[in-house]
């Protein structure tokens, strides 16, 4: 895996001044997307749901406050110090990628169709082809089940693989998933990390 220590500390990368979006930029941001963050030999490609409005009117995946997704991310290991959404650019340089199933932004998930899901998988398999990570990594099973059609899925390694990148499910990072918390979700992208050793 990369080395952490690439990553900018706080006083080297200012960060930006995130602006919380107005309740007409939350609407506005309907069905908008967003640019994957991608970058040359990623070891993991974290693949989120689809944007939510808030991720959507900023700009920056993961963005919701509540969701758990950047502490996690530090919990495990993965990043040398808690990022902000706003910072998701300096991924790239850890060896991390994130993009989404759906590409298109919904208040829920729930508003995704069967068949937009079911697109969105061959849209990833696409995309993994083309960037070649060693891992894609799922945060949600319910969405990696409908979209590579494996109905069994559970969190943790599949044995289905895109090529030569394993895939790899995640629990959703969103707060609204209480059946996960937050050291749970920490532990699994833990051993996911581990995996790359």
């Not at 994130?98 to 169709?113: D, F, H, Y």
């Amino acid at each position: 895996m990369s080395e952490p220590e690439r990553v900018p500390s706080a006083a080297a990368a200012p960060r930006e001044r995130a602006v919380r979006p107005t309740k007409a930029d939350l609407d506005a941001a309907k069905d908008r997307t967003i640019e994957d963050v991608l970058g040359p030999s990623l070891d993991v490609l974290f693949c989120g749901i689809n944007p939510g409005l808030y991720s959507a009117a900023t700009g920056h995946h993961f963005a919701r406050p509540g969701n758990r997704f950047w502490p996690a991310l530090y919990r495990s290991g993965f990043t040398p110090r808690l990022l902000a959404p706003e910072e998701q650019g300096l991924l790239p340089s850890l060896g991390l990628g994130i993009t989404n199933v759906v590409t298109r932004a919904s208040a829920q998930a729930a508003e995704l169709s069967a068949e937009e899901l079911r697109a969105g998988g061959e849209r990833l398999v696409r995309l993994v082809t083309e960037v070649r990570p060693k891992v894609l990594a799922v945060a949600g099973v319910t969405a990696y089940r409908m979209a590579f059609g494996e109905p069994k899925a559970v969190i943790g390694p599949q044995e289905s693989r895109i090529g030569d990148a394993r895939l790899w499910v995640l629990p959703n990072p969103s707060g609204l998933n209480a059946h996960w918390p937050l050291d749970r979700i920490a532990d699994e992208m833990r051993r996911l990390r581990e995996s790359l050793k």
